[in-house]
């Protein structure tokens, strides 16, 4: 059962645009809800996170959506730069369990 | 240089051979995981442990096995019954801090086994 589900798988994004990543959950009890960027041939880096409490959180270019009543997130990246091509996963955990991560989306930016 | 170190980056491994892979941290980290990763399929956890000599099998534990005998390392052997096993493994850890509060998993960089 995937509790977490990521759109969309690709995405193709113009240099100076806004990629928008979004994640749908299932579970209520989730309470915090992480995004990682993965670059070819690395693992994960936690990139920005935000727990339920709060309906937007930004740092830098990198914002997080949050929408309870929906159980939606999404991950907004403004002025999107060559260099934000890569793969993002977002996730979601309850407590001390353990992390459930979306099927990932593969960005590219083009000049 | 504190961090995860996975090694090695790259395993080559003949058809029924067991092989283990080396996940060391040096974060001081309560928690560590093992993740396999393929294509289109994000991450799915494997084994996690929570403190020293105890361990949790994940979604996807059979053919595989792990260890936790010292705080820093969590070794992950993938058997010969692991039925597909090339892929890319990823380790990761994480400060446990009970069942109150979440902390943030950090990875390695990943070991890209191929069986042949």
């Known amino acids: 059962q995937q509790q977490v589900k990521q759109s969309p798988q690709s995405l193709i994004v113009q240099k100076g645009g806004i990629s928008i990543i979004n994640c749908a959950y299932e579970?209520?009890?989730?309470?915090?809800f992480p995004w990682y960027q993965q670059f070819p041939g690395k693992g994960p880096a936690l990139l920005i996170a935000i727990r339920p409490d709060v309906s937007e959180k930004k740092e830098g270019r990198f914002t997080i959506s949050f929408n309870k009543s929906a159980k939606q997130f999404s991950l907004h990246i403004m002025d999107s730069q060559p260099g934000d091509s890569a793969t993002y996963f977002c996730a979601a955990i309850f407590g001390n369990e353990k992390l459930t991560f979306g099927t990932g989306t593969r960005l590219t930016i083009i000049p | 240089d504190g961090g995860i170190t996975q090694s090695p980056k790259y395993l080559f491994r003949k058809e029924g051979q067991n092989v283990t892979l080396s996940c060391e941290q040096n974060?001081?980290?309560?928690?560590m995981y093992w993740y396999r990763q393929d294509p289109g399929q994000g991450l799915r956890l494997i084994y996690y442990s929570q403190i020293v000599n105890d361990f949790q099998k994940g979604d996807i534990a059979e053919g595989y096995s792990v260890s936790r005998e010292k705080k820093e390392s969590f070794p992950l052997t993938v058997t010969s019954a692991q039925k597909n096993p090339t892929a890319f493994y990823l380790c990761?850890?994480?400060?446990?801090?009970?069942?109150?509060?979440?902390?943030?998993?950090?990875f390695g960089p990943g070991t890209r086994l191929t069986v042949l």
């Open positions: 990761a850890s994480s400060i446990d801090r009970g069942s109150l509060t979440t902390d943030t998993q950090y």
């Open positions: 974060l001081n980290h309560d928690a």
């Open positions: 579970n209520t009890a989730f309470d915090y």
